[in-house]
């Protein structure tokens, strides 16, 4: 599943392409992907310009004149495909459907604008979709209201980041990190990257991490996120950005799928064991039990 960086960077891709367009149709193949009523869709989505997209967490959320949003999740295989005369830009699982000729049978939701640009939700796996909601009820729907803080909001500082662990005191801090609603977005690449340039153990005990090293976490993590945001997210093997082309985070990270090479600090030998149900790469020397 792609992480925070991800779809920011897909919003950045898909904000220089799509606004301003008005939506002529929306056609779906698969109601579980585009739960939607044709009612709200011929009312609210036929007919209606995009004003702006946005993103919580790893929710895209387009918004239209017509005061109603499209939230779009990729889940596992997601891709979102946008293709014009002379320009293709896609985003999402990099199966052959980011170059075929679209619609293809991966594809979920085709949505057309006025000028004959076409968006594309190709989803082999049918875990991702597309939802018309009210823009006032958005943050009103469960998942909203139980998603943690955005880690790179300017607002949120590293007293605060601390606070949200309070609770947490026998879970291990791998995974009270990858739980969603203690903060948005984190996955496990940046979960043991962040961990590591901490030189925090994935599995001590949420109550063991001291006040310092919350602070030095609450640096990391945001460091990282915006390295991949500026590198244009990781190249893992589920994910390329908003031009079709993979991230290079990936060259730069320090620990994640780096089992058996040197650590950049210590030169002892990274490893890769289980935490939090996740695969996990840590330093054996610098981040201690």
Known sequence: MPELPEVETVRRGLAKLIIGK?????????????????????????????????????????????????????????????????????????????????PDKSTRVTITFNDGSVLYFNDQRKFGWVRLLPTLEVLEIDFMKKVGPEPLAADFTAREFAARFTRRAKTSIKAAI??????????????DESLWGARIHPSRLVGSITGAEFELLYSELRDVMNLSIEKGGSSNQNYVNAEGKRGSYMDFARVFRREGQDCHRCHALIEKSRVAGRGTHTCPMCQVV
């Open 22 to 102: 008005t939506v002529q149709n929306a056609a779906t193949d698969n109601p579980k992907s585009f739960p939607n009523a044709q009612t709200d869709v011929d009312l609210y989505l036929r007919g209606a310009a995009v004003t702006s997209i946005h993103r919580r967490a790893k929710v895209l959320l387009i918004e239209l004149s017509s005061g109603y949003t499209l939230m779009v999740h990729l889940k596992m295989t997601g891709q979102l495909v946008f293709v014009a005369s002379g320009v293709r830009f896609g985003a999402g699982h990099p199966n052959d459907s980011l170059v075929n000729v679209l």
């Open 178 to 191: 990858l739980d969603q609603t203690v903060v948005a977005g984190v996955g496990n690449i940046y979960a």
